[in-house]
């Protein structure tokens, strides 16, 4: 029995080892992920934290810290809302922290809050010093505030106290910022796994095979799938609406047609990639793969869980026009901000556009076997 036990384990790594394409998802992709991410992010130092300035009158200029104003080399009569400046605290391992200040008003801080451009913001009051206004609930605006602050203390010179009001209103909150991001991935794994890997098993199990010898055409048959899954996706989206409404008061704050479209523009875009990426696997294993290739880059890097915000500066241009992203932030804007139907016209048409390539190449590269 152990002979026999034996042989078809080895048996079983020939025939894994006999597929290139499943060698590679298996092992290649989680170390060429590991090391463009590496290299993408881990030689860039300190994460730049940004952080907003509530200056909306000259009197509560002067409440800035001294040390601000030093580095600017400009008196606080010359701050203005487009200024920013950039602080390096810290000299040791562990110790570093980087902090980008812009002066804003209250309004543009909310709205920049809601975008994840700022993690908290900081008001100045002659009499009571600094207050520092986030939501408790963030783990990145706590660690901000706690960075910050030590970085504050260490300034000998820097005298005032300092205050914590948290941010508790409807559209401020972490909640907030989270449930459009799931709203998103939701629609991206219905189309990803729901057409793609049934499209992949289908041909798998020699289903797809038989339908070589009926009439029915490619186009047609992949559209099926396509509106199954969107009206199975839609309700999904319509039940996480009802449990986040009931349970943490989240209003759509928009245009319902805006969230149409948008809705119907982001599943076209990553339709037509699950049928790309499906039309010629043959085996689990590489569609799995792909699938993931496509997914975890996004999951990553679309702004899900914390804002792009804080990644490099020269990543976030490519970050913006990754389908992920363009479906977040507008469902983000209409839910959260209010935007109206003008505001998503430009990421609706890039993301019919995305889909509409993917699926003319899905249709030239699709095989039934």
């Not at 092992?27 to 290299?39: K, N, S, V």
């Not at 009571?128 to 206004?133: K, Q």
């Not at 309700?235 to 449990?243: C, D, H, Q, V």
């Not at 790309?276 to 996004?298: K, Y």
């Amino acid at each position: 029995m152990n002979s026999m036990l034996l042989r078809l384990v080895i048996s079983q790594f020939k025939l894994f080892f006999r597929e290139p394409g499943v060698v590679f998802w298996s092992f290649g992709f989680p170390i060429l992920m590991a090391w463009i991410l590496g290299i993408a992010f881990a030689s860039k130092g300190e994460i730049l934290r940004n952080v907003a300035l509530v200056s909306n009158n000259q009197a509560s200029t002067s409440t800035l810290p001294e040390w601000l104003l030093q580095k600017t080399d400009m008196a606080p009569a010359e701050f203005s809302r487009d200024y920013e400046l950039v602080w390096e605290v810290g000299e040791n391992h562990g110790e570093q922290a980087r902090f980008r200040f812009r002066v804003m008003s209250e309004e543009d801080a909310m709205l920049a809050l809601k975008r994840g451009q700022i993690t908290l913001w900081i008001e100045g009051n002659p009499k009571t010093g600094l207050r520092y206004r986030f939501d408790p609930n963030n783990a990145e605006s706590r660690l901000t505030y706690l960075l910050l602050e030590r970085a504050f203390r260490k300034q000998k010179f820097v005298r005032q106290k300092a205050e914590v009001h948290p941010l508790t209103m409807v559209g401020s909150r972490y909640v907030d910022f989270l449930i459009p991001g799931l709203m998103a991935i939701s629609i991206m794994n219905a189309c990803l796994w729901g057409i793609g890997w049934n499209l992949i098993e289908l041909r798998i199990k020699k289903l797809l095979g038989r339908m070589v010898a009926t009439p029915m055409r490619k186009s047609v048959f992949l559209l099926s799938h396509g509106l199954n899954r969107m009206i199975l996706s839609a309700a999904e989206l319509l039940l996480l609406y009802g449990f986040v409404h009931f349970y943490f008061d989240i209003n759509i704050q928009g245009s319902l047609q805006a969230l149409a479209l948008v809705f119907l523009s982001g599943y076209s875009a990553f339709a037509g990639i699950a049928v790309l990426i499906s039309s010629r696997v043959q085996n689990t294993q590489s569609g799995n793969g792909l699938i993931n290739s496509v997914t975890l880059p996004m999951f990553i890097l679309s702004g899900i869980f914390f804002s792009y915000h804080n990644f490099p500066d020269w990543v976030i241009p490519y970050v913006e026009v990754l389908p992920l992203t363009l479906l977040t932030d507008s469902l983000r804007g209409i839910i959260t901000e209010g935007i109206g139907l003008a505001q998503v016209i430009q990421p609706a048409l890039g993301l019919l556009a995305i889909g509409g390539i993917c699926f003319a190449l899905a249709l030239k590269l699709f095989r039934w076997h």
